[in-house]
T-cell receptor, first 116, second 115 residues
Framework: AQSVTQLGSHVSVSEGALVLLRCNYSSSVPPYLFWYVQYPNQGLQLLLKYTSAATLVKGINGFEAEFKKSETSFHLTKPSAHMSDAAEYFC??????????????FGRGTQLTVWP | NAGVTQTPKFRVLKTGQSMTLLCAQDMNHEYMYWYRQDPGMGLRLIHYSVGEGTTAKGEVPDGYNVSRLKKQNFLLGLESAAPSQTSVYFCASSYSKSNDYYEQYFGPGTRLTVT
């Protein structure tokens, strides 16, 4: 079964500081991996995705994530936080084949607060 | 393109009332999904569809029904609303034959309160 663990339901950083949001997955086969962002009172927007090409994936708004198979991790980073990054972030996995192809399994989310 | 749209944006129901939430997408996607989002629970899949005329249960299907009569529309029904169904509901769609990565595109959500 797929599962996704996001370590830390709340993360706070100062503006200009490094952002690190952690995501670990469990899967016998490396899955597709996604990070979504949700701004207040909005739907989810795709930040970036890993689809078995490059292990370092760059997304929108200066975010990037690195797929590490040995650690079963897909942590999201941004070198310098901006006030506009304050939002909730969700990690999700999808199987690459099988009967549940197309389903996303979401972590519980990490709320990012950025202090001025 | 409008992407994924949801109707209505807000609704208040009394216990026992019924309603239908409408989701529409204009991206010619094959798959569509209904989720609910509750604080601290992330997104939980209610039902999904892998094509016109087909539906399947997700993690939390009880109390909900769905229909996909047209490829671009996916309806979520509550036959007898309960306070436990107070939530924010999101629709999503994914997968076209030109893109097999299954990234999902989300609608803006429907905020439902059952009193």
């Amino acid at each position: 079964a797929q599962s996704v663990t996001q370590l830390g339901s709340h993360v706070s950083v100062s503006e200009g500081a490094l952002v690190l949001l952690r995501c670990n997955y469990s899967s016998s086969v490396p899955p597709y991996l996604f990070w979504y962002v949700q701004y207040p009172n909005q739907g989810l927007q795709l930040l970036l995705k890993y689809t078995s090409a490059a292990t370092l994936v760059k997304g929108i708004n200066g975010f990037e994530a690195e797929f590490k198979k040995s650690e079963t991790s897909f942590h999201l980073t941004k070198p310098s936080a901006h006030m506009s990054d304050a939002a909730e972030y969700f990690c999700a996995v999808s199987r690459v084949r099988g009967s549940t192809l197309g389903r996303l399994y979401f972590g519980r989310g990490t709320q990012l607060t950025v202090w001025p | 393109n409008a992407g994924v749209t949801q109707t209505p944006k807000f609704r208040v129901l009394k216990t026992g009332q019924s309603m239908t939430l409408l989701c529409a997408q204009d991206m010619n996607h094959e798959y569509m999904y209904w989720y609910r989002q509750d604080p601290g629970m992330g997104l939980r899949l209610i039902h999904y569809s892998v094509g016109e005329g087909t539906t399947a249960k997700g993690e939390v299907p009880d109390g909900y029904n769905v229909s996909r009569l047209k490829k671009q529309n996916f309806l979520l029904g509550l036959e007898s609303a309960a306070p436990s169904q107070t939530s924010v509901y999101f629709c999503a769609s994914s997968y076209s034959k030109s893109n097999d990565y299954y990234e999902q595109y989300f609608g803006p959500g429907t905020r439902l309160t059952v009193t």
